[in-house]
């Protein structure tokens, strides 16, 4: 049907006029493949295209069409990023071009939709799904509104967005004016949403009797139809499916068989099609403990989509392996069979290969939001990989088990900021105002979202469709310097420098199943596992939870104490040292707990001074990842100037009285430009943030909620975090003296979307943030601590600590004020150096070359004064 299609809008083409030369070889061209399409003939198309010059609408027109051709024989073929890129240059040339007399939506928008889900790039799905259920609204086309319904439903479902799915597609069950087919596939999608809502679930609202019913209904409204033997047979897969969760295995296998009938049904049974029905025979055979049938349908799979596939050696060479899906679920799969089967490594080789699959998924995705959603199911792979090494190192004891677990979770930590930091030291001009007009548009969408029912329809479409072009002018312009490249960590660098440091490092790594700690010290890794059971995490987040608000901690002292004891204990810290630096890398709800204020020796004192905290066996510093901590720039600046925000907003409910106070300190104790009330604007601390050494923002802030993201104000408007992305900056410190702006929409993989993150994407490598909603006086007696420090020549990680000690240790503060929930807030990524080191490090650095410089001259110099004579005899 769809060649039959393509034919005829060719010759609609030609019948609406004279056609051009060029016009014609094109339309040859277009025909010549479709009458034989192999991959060959693709391969002459591919020549034949790069001849043609179009220069006219209809020329350029008739080159849509070609890359609309080609991009679904290119997906037939398995060549999923070359279709992704053919439909955006036919795309993006009737845009460009404003072209018409073409269904675009149909064979191009829709299509390119579903590739983007497929790769796992959804703001672009999303994005382009949207687009064209306005246009389908607007032209009042059904067909093309009910598809972009479903697959804007599979876009939610893929992204986590679950009850946003269930919504849409009730909705649309009950308003809007479907086929029996429609509403099959419809209820199909639903019982599907049902099912994931399993993990948390009230007994008078089981999704699995929900998902069953959704089932049945869409079995009865297709099995009504002719034809529908696909949409039957996932229908009865589904259903099956439900049934192996509860254990029904008579009931699953009847569905299954009911499945594979109507799928053998279909006349054609493309690879993929056939790849993913073997996939689902698979999943249920494992289930069942069928591991030899699992096997060969795992086999089948790899037959099916790798035709070099050599089935003797059970996995496929990762040199055959390509973004797909079905080949990365089946690897996983495997995975699992190997482990049943007691094959610990071979099961370590098979998650290799499928996070192998996974890095190329990640290289066809350029937004943040979607590169983060991929890392989320990488992810769940990297904890099952570290299980499977704890209990090889549990058994063996071998360092090179500990190692291995280590790197693969520093490997997942905050993965899409360190690219994007990476990457940034290459990017161009062009990408660089490209991504600051993405953001802009962004911007538009997210304010225009936030009005709810009276938010502007065409407007968030007109931003949607600039964001599209923007993405496929991205995708043009992107250099080849900036593309992603994993480097190998070097572990032996990392013992040196916490060696040189005096320091010890934990990192966490918080699991579903488990959390798993690693403590590096002395050269050696100490490799632990938390059961993450019912006592566990609940235990960790009463901790954080003590810290809500001010009065739960003030008026329960001997509770906190004793369970603050508890977490400490949980998270296995290092007690007392000789390394008296302690460096932590938090993972998950653990970027929210603020560690310095674990009790690590319990009492009866209701003395907040007197307790006993981690800050008082270490100084504490935090980090991202491990990487961020080995590889920090130099400092830039060799003297401290502040640039100073502070809007005060005097005689106002937002006014933060304390914060004059904070100001007058900064300005008689350090030279800079101090932006005060109307001209705290962000236009004006934009210009100026990349000249200083320090940008201190005395400010409010918010995490955000579940539609505004998480914002700083400014006097004349709020910023949202990813506004702060495309800001030109490099200071040495970022002080952020306003509340929540470390914590934001929290991802396992990535961490918070804070304010801090954005202002780590602009270039700061070192930044005091807060956790929770700050007190004004609390925090700028804090602040005056902290800088009196800095004044002193101590280091920001020194200065940290020692400010909160001061704080603890000043009589003039109440015991109430010296509750944890004021003086713990803040805490501080970044290096521990201080600038005297770095500097006097440089000055070495240079007295030493010159000296070496001069010794090499005089050697130089003595050596042809030498052999001046010889030379003269040799003359004679």
């Given amino acids: 049907m769809r060649i039959v299609l393509f034919f005829l809008i060719t010759q609609l083409t030609f019948s609406q006029g004279k056609t051009s030369a060029l016009e014609n070889r094109i339309y040859s061209a277009i025909d010549v493949f479709v009458a034989n399409p192999t991959e060959q003939n693709l391969k002459k198309l591919e020549i034949q295209q790069a001849t043609f010059e179009p220069k006219s609408k209809a020329e350029m027109l008739a080159m849509v069409i070609l890359n609309c051709n080609k991009a679904y024989y290119e997906n037939q073929f398995g060549q999923t990023k070359k279709a992704i890129s053919s439909y955006e240059k036919a795309w993006l040339q009737y845009q460009k071009n404003k072209l018409s007399n073409y269904d675009i939506t149909e064979f191009c928008l829709k299509p390119l939709g579903n590739l983007y889900t497929i790769v796992g790039d959804y703001d672009n799905a999303e994005n382009t799904i949207k687009h064209y259920f306005y246009i389908a609204n607007v032209e009042k086309n059904q067909e093309q509104k009910f598809a972009a319904i479903l697959n804007l439903s599979n876009v939610f479902q893929n992204t986590g967005k679950i009850n946003e799915a269930i919504n849409l597609l009730e909705k649309t069950i009950q308003t809007e004016k479907l086929t029996s087919i429609q509403k099959g596939i419809l209820y199909n999608n639903l019982g599907n949403n049902y099912f994931l809502t399993a993990v948390n679930f009230s007994v008078n609202d089981n999704p699995y009797s929900k998902g069953e019913a959704a089932y049945k209904k869409a079995i009865a409204l297709l099995k009504s139809k002719k034809n529908q033997s696909e949409s039957l047979s996932n229908a009865y897969r589904n259903l099956a499916k439900r049934y192996m969760v509860t254990q029904e295995f008579g009931l699953a296998k009847i569905n299954m068989d009911y499945a594979k009938s109507e799928f053998l049904k279909l006349a054609k049974q493309e690879p993929r099609k056939k790849a993913r029905f ?6 249920i055979l494992l289930q069942q403990d069928s591991l030899l049938q699992c096997e060969k349908r795992l086999k089948d799979i790899f037959t099916v989509l790798i035709p070099s596939y050599n089935s003797k050696n059970n996995l496929p060479e990762a040199t055959l392996l390509y973004a797909e899906t079905t080949l990365l679920d089946a690897l996983d799969l495997y995975a699992e069979v190997y482990l049943k089967q007691n094959q610990a490594q071979k099961a370590l080789h098979s998650y290799q290969l499928s996070a192998h699959i996974e890095d190329l998924f990640q290289s066809l995705m350029m937004t943040e939001n979607s590169k983060i959603i991929s890392q989320i199911r990488s992810r769940n792979r990297t904890e099952k990989s570290i299980s499977i090494y704890y209990n090889l190192y549990q058994k063996e004891k071998k360092t090179t088990y500990s190692e291995g677990a280590y790197i693969l979770q520093e490997e997942t930590k905050s993965t ?6 990476s990457n940034s030291k290459t990017i161009s001009g062009d990408e660089k105002l490209i991504r600051e007009q993405l953001q802009n548009w962004n911007t538009i969408i997210v304010n225009e979202q936030q009005k709810l029912e009276a938010a502007d329809i065409s407007k968030i479409n007109e931003a949607i469709k600039k964001q599209n072009e923007l993405m496929l002018l991205l995708k043009s312009k992107k250099s080849e310097e900036s593309k992603s490249t994993k480097k190998d960590f070097n572990l032996t660098k990392l013992y040196s420098k916490l060696e040189k440091d005096n320091a010890i490092m934990v990192s966490y790594f918080f699991g579903v199943k488990n959390i798993f700690i690693f403590t590096l010290n002395d050269k050696k890794i100490d490799f632990k596992a938390v059961n993450n059971s019912d006592t566990a995490k609940p235990k960790i987040v009463q901790f954080i939870d003590y810290f809500n608000n001010s009065e739960t901690i003030s008026n329960n002292p001997l509770e906190f104490n004793q369970y603050s004891n508890v977490a400490y ?6 007690e007392q040292s000789k390394h ?9 709800i653990l970027t929210l707990l603020p560690f310095e204020a674990l009790i690590t020796k319990p009492s009866n004192t209701k003395s907040f001074a007197k307790m006993h905290y981690l800050l008082n066996d270490f100084k504490v510093g935090y980090a991202n990842s491990a990487s961020f901590y080995l590889d920090r720039n130099p400092f830039k600046h060799t003297t401290e100037n502040i640039l100073g925000v502070f809007p005060i907003f005097e005689n106002s409910a937002l006014e933060l009285a304390f914060s004059i106070k904070e100001l007058e300190y900064l300005k008689n104790n350090f030279t800079g430009n101090y932006l005060e009330k109307s001209n705290a604007t962000f236009q004006n601390f934009k210009k100026n943030a990349g000249n200083y ?6 400010t409010h802030a918010s995490s955000g909620d579940i539609i505004e993201p998480a914002n700083i104000r400014f006097y004349d408007q709020e910023i949202l975090y990813s506004q702060l992305y495309t800001l030109s900056i490099n200071p040495d410190l970022v002080v952020l003296s306003a509340c929540e702006t470390g914590i934001g929409k929290l991802y396992r993989s990535e961490g918070a979307m804070s304010v ?4 780590q994407f602009a270039g700061a490598q070192n930044l005091l943030f807060s956790l929770w909603k700050v007190n004004d006086f609390t925090t700028s007696v804090l602040m005056e601590k902290f800088y009196s420090e800095v004044k002193n020549g101590n280091s920001y990680f020194e200065a940290n600590h020692q400010a909160k000690l001061d704080f603890l240790a000043d009589e003039s503060i109440s015991n109430a004020k010296k509750s944890p ?5 803040f805490v501080y990524y970044g290096t521990l150096e201080n600038k005297s080191s770095d500097n006097n490090f440089s000055w070495v650095t240079l007295i030493l070359g010159i000296i070496i410089l001069i010794l090499i001259y005089k050697f130089v110099q003595f050596k042809k004064r030498k052999k001046l004579p010889i030379e003269k005899a040799n003359l004679k």
Avoid: C, M, Q
Wanted: hydrophobic share 45%; net charge neutral.
């Fill in 278 to 283: 073997y996939l689902d025979e698979a999943t």
């Fill in 416 to 421: 899409v900021l360190k690219e994007y930091i």
């Fill in 569 to 574: 204990k949980i998270l296995n810290l290092p």
């Fill in 580 to 588: 008296k630096n302690l460096i932590v890398i938090p993972d998950g």
């Fill in 693 to 698: 050494s320090i940008l201190h923002l005395s």
């Fill in 756 to 759: 801090a993150r954005g202002f």
């Fill in 821 to 825: 929930y004021y003086w713990s807030a």
